[in-house]
C-alpha cells in the first residue's frame, strides 16, 4: 500500500488489489448488482428532502445502526461476497469490521458530496477501507479549515484506500459528478460502528 500523508491526511492508496487477491472484479461488481437490495433514500439537505444522487445498502452486524442526514438505514445482511472480502480485509489489516455502506453510482451525474464520516458510533480516529469496483472517478479530499489545501486521486478498478488517524476530523471528501461518459461504479466502505 502506498501511504499518503498530507497536513492531517492519512491514507494508504493499494491499486488493484482486489486483483491481487485473486478476484474477478467485473464478475464481483456484477453479483452485488443483482445481489444487494439497492435503494434511493430521501436525505435532508438544509431543511429539504432529496433523494440521494446514486442507490445505496446498509450491511451490517446485527445492532450496528446507521443515521445519515436523518435517513435511517434498514440493516441488510452479509452476503457470501460481501463476507469474503471482509475476511480479506481483516486478514490484511487485523481489524473487525462490522458494517459496510455501498454506494453504486450508475453513470457520471451519480455522486457524493463534501462530507466526512464523522458520526459519533465511528469514533475520533476511525478506520475506513474504501475498496472500488468498477468505472474509475476522482475522490477529492481537501481540509476543512483551509479548502485549498487539496489532494485528488483517480480511483480504479479494484482499488483500495484506507483512511485512518485524524482524516475524518480535518478533511472532507467527495465523488464529484462528471459530464464525461463514465460506466457504472460500485464503492464499499468498510468500517466498525459502536453498537448502540
Known amino acids: 500500500m502506498i501511504p499518503i500523508q498530507r497536513s492531517g491526511l492519512s491514507l494508504r492508496h493499494a491499486p488493484g488489489w482486489v486483483q491481487q487477491q485473486g478476484l474477478d472484479v467485473l464478475q464481483l461488481r456484477n453479483a452485488l448488482g443483482r445481489e444487494v437490495p439497492w435503494e434511493q433514500p430521501l436525505v435532508r439537505v438544509y431543511g429539504r428532502q432529496h433523494p440521494t444522487p446514486r442507490l445505496c445498502c446498509w450491511v451490517a452486524d446485527p445492532g450496528c445502526s ?3 442526514s436523518g435517513h435511517q438505514s434498514p440493516i441488510h445482511p452479509w452476503t457470501p ?3 469474503a472480502l ?3 480485509l481483516h486478514e490484511q489489516l487485523g481489524v473487525r469490521f462490522n458494517s ?3 454506494n453504486r453510482y450508475r453513470n457520471g451525474a451519480d455522486r457524493m458530496g463534501w462530507h466526512a464520516d464523522d458520526e459519533p458510533e465511528l469514533g475520533r480516529e476511525p ?3 474504501s475498496v472500488s469496483l468498477g468505472a474509475s472517478r ?3 479530499l481537501r481540509r476543512r479549515d483551509d479548502p485549498s489545501v487539496r489532494r485528488e486521486l483517480h480511483l480504479h478498478h479494484g482499488d483500495v484506500v484506507v483512511m485512518h488517524g485524524l482524516t475524518q476530523a480535518l478533511w472532507l471528501h467527495q465523488v464529484p459528478k462528471t459530464s464525461r461518459y463514465v460506466g457504472p461504479r460500485v464503492n464499499l466502505t468498510f468500517r466498525t460502528i459502536r453498537r448502540r
Request: a positive charge; glycine letters at 0%; proline letters at 0%.
Open 100 to 102: 459496510l455502506l455501498l
Open 86 to 88: 471482509r475476511e480479506l
Open 66 to 68: 446507521y443515521r445519515y
Open 127 to 129: 478506520l475506513i477501507v
Open 81 to 83: 461476497n460481501l463476507s
Open 138 to 140: 476522482a475522490f477529492q
